[in-house]
Structures are given as C-alpha cells and as structure tokens.
C-alpha cells in the first residue's frame, strides 16, 4: 500500500492553472513536515515546496506562482500551481516526514502525478 496518494496532475496550457493534493492512505507515524518534490526525465528529482508547522518553503523558481497549505484531514497537502511555464512539467512527488531538528528520522513517499505544461 502506498502510504500517500496524490491527485490533480495534468496537462494545460503554459500561464495556466492545476491544484494538486496529497492524502495519508493509513498507518503513518508522526510526521511533522510535508513537501512536493518535482522530477523531470533527466533530471535529479528537486524540492518544490515544504510546510512545517505552518511555515512554508519554496524553491525559486516557484516563489510567486506556487503555493502549499496543509488540509484539513490529517496528514493531507495540496499544492496550488499559477502561471504554470513548460519547465514545470514533471512528475510531483508528495512527502510526509519526520524531523527532529535538521536531522530526518523517516520519511514517506506518495507515487507520483504528471503534470505537463505545454507552451
């Protein structure tokens, strides 16, 4: 069983819109940070955005035009995609984690969403 479950990937067109969301299966233990990493064919899979305990961090290229909230279920986060650019396109990864201080304890994984932006 996959431990979280990703939704709302997709293909649009370049200045567009897609929210992503990422829910807990069951079974997970205390996690205290969730995040979207983002891997394109050829590329070292990347960090897009992370929430914890309500402060939020985003990679660069995405500051402006991405945003992550926490839901209301436990253990679920979306991920508001604006003006989507063809460079975005990738699969997203969702990540639930633990952390005591900067050292991660363990960490899960959702499978993956497409999301693909045509210019």
């Known amino acids: 069983q996959v431990p979280l479950v990703e939704s709302g990937g997709g293909s649009v067109q370049s200045g567009g819109s897609l929210r992503l969301s990422c829910a807990d299966s069951?079974?997970?233990?205390?996690?205290?940070?969730m995040a979207w990493y983002r891997q394109a064919p050829g590329k070292r899979r990347e960090l897009v955005a992370s929430?914890?305990?309500?402060?939020?961090n985003y990679a660069d290229s995405v500051k402006g035009r991405f945003t992550i909230s926490t839901g209301n279920a436990r253990n679920t986060v979306h991920l508001q995609m604006d003006f989507l650019k063809p460079e975005d396109s990738a699969i997203y990864y969702c990540?639930?984690?633990?952390?005591?201080?900067?050292?991660?304890?363990?960490?899960?994984w959702g499978q993956g969403t497409q999301v693909t932006v045509s210019s």
């Open positions: 069951g079974g997970l233990f205390t996690i205290n940070t």
């Open positions: 990540q639930a984690a633990c952390y005591n201080g900067e050292s991660m304890q363990y960490d899960y």
């Open positions: 929430i914890t305990n309500g402060r939020t």
